[in-house]
């Protein structure tokens, strides 16, 4: 059988080029007020309430609305990424000089 033997060649180098920090930089903007946290913890709850109410239960209010309630899940989980997309956390409370703070 024969051996495997590792390339000897020297001539290759890789380099990466990022733009990419670890360390979270603090642009100048303010943070997210801390109930918008709240309103996306809620939010994911009352979809997954909303959405096991629908194909679980019987809920009088839910069956009316029937198959639309697909749509307006659909909306909520638009509504939820905007906000998401939009929180912004204080860079300042996690990262002091580089080093996690305590």
């Not at 180098?13 to 979270?24: E, H, I, K, M």
């Not at 019987?58 to 905007?82: C, E, H, R, S, T």
């Amino acid at each position: 059988m024969p051996k495997h033997t590792a390339p000897t060649s020297t001539d290759v180098t890789l380099t990466a080029q990022s733009n990419f920090s670890a360390v979270p930089v603090d642009d100048g903007r303010k943070p997210s007020p801390p109930w918008v946290g709240g309103l996306v913890a809620a939010m994911i709850w009352v979809m997954a309430l909303w959405l096991l109410g629908y194909t679980l239960l019987d809920l009088p209010f839910q069956q009316a609305i029937g198959p639309w309630n697909y749509l307006l899940l659909l909306g909520m989980v638009v509504v939820l990424a905007v906000v998401m997309r939009r929180w912004r956390g204080d860079v300042r409370r996690h990262v002091t000089d580089g080093a996690p703070a305590r």
